[in-house]
């Protein structure tokens, strides 16, 4: 099973608005990331989580806060976003500590549209 | 500046006929190659790897080809079917700091009856 699940499948959001994008995984995997993917670009990597930790920030602006409650579940909360947020958000997760079977496998997205 | 790069935007093949699709790379500290495969509004999926110690990996009709002096990758897809239709991206990494994934532009495959 390499299966990654993420919720909601489309979200639509003001400017002042809170909101959060959920992503769960029981592969038993340690490491989760989140990526953002606008139209015909590739997927950009955001945050990446490591035993339930924050290893990587990609310079994400502090409006993005991501939050790794356990092991299974990466959150993304997302607050006072503007309109060139709009885009695909991906989640995915990989084992670690094992290089060569660090294969990143993503869930389907979440579509974000900020009016 | 773009360390990894699928210079063709598109391809179209005929079913059944062989679909190659090139990447090149820039940064020598890459030694893990992948491809994902996409259809729209879903996430890339993976499809086949490759170290950099190999100069081919197969798997079924997939095979991927590394040729380290030019910095080049391709997949070939033989025999190729109507549902490879999709976009292909090509990510790279280095084995220290695995998890910094990076992509390729992609490739939309169109596979024509």
């Known amino acids: 099973d390499t299966e990654v699940t993420q919720t909601p499948k489309h979200l639509v959001m003001g400017m002042t608005n809170k909101k959060s994008l959920k992503c769960e995984q029981h592969m038993g995997h340690r490491a989760m990331y989140w990526y953002k993917q606008k139209a015909k670009k590739p997927p950009e990597l955001m945050f990446v989580y490591s035993y339930e930790k924050l290893s990587i920030n990609e310079s994400v602006p502090s409006r993005f806060s991501p939050e790794c409650p356990n092991s299974s579940l990466l959150n993304l909360h997302l607050h006072a976003l503007q309109p060139e947020d709009s885009a695909l958000y991906l989640c995915?997760?990989?084992?670690?500590?094992?290089?060569?079977?660090?294969?990143?496998?993503f869930g389907p997205g979440t579509r974000l549209l900020v009016l | 500046d773009q360390q990894v790069k699928q210079n063709s935007p598109s391809l179209s093949v005929q079913e059944g006929r062989i679909s190659i699709l090139n990447c090149d790379y820039t940064n020598s500290m890459f030694d893990y190659f992948l491809w994902y495969k996409k259809y729209p509004a879903e996430g890339p999926t993976f499809l086949i790897s490759?170290?950099?110690?190999?100069d081919k990996n197969e798997d079924g009709r997939f095979t991927v080809f590394l040729n380290k002096s030019a910095k080049h990758l391709s997949l070939h897809i033989v025999p190729s079917q109507p549902g490879d239709s999709a976009v292909y991206f090509c990510a790279a990494r280095q084995i220290q700091g695995a998890q910094k994934l990076v992509f390729g532009q992609g490739t939309r495959l169109t596979i024509n009856p």
């Open positions: 995915a997760s990989s084992q670690v500590g094992v290089p060569v079977k660090e294969t990143q496998y």
């Open positions: 490759i170290s950099s110690i190999k």
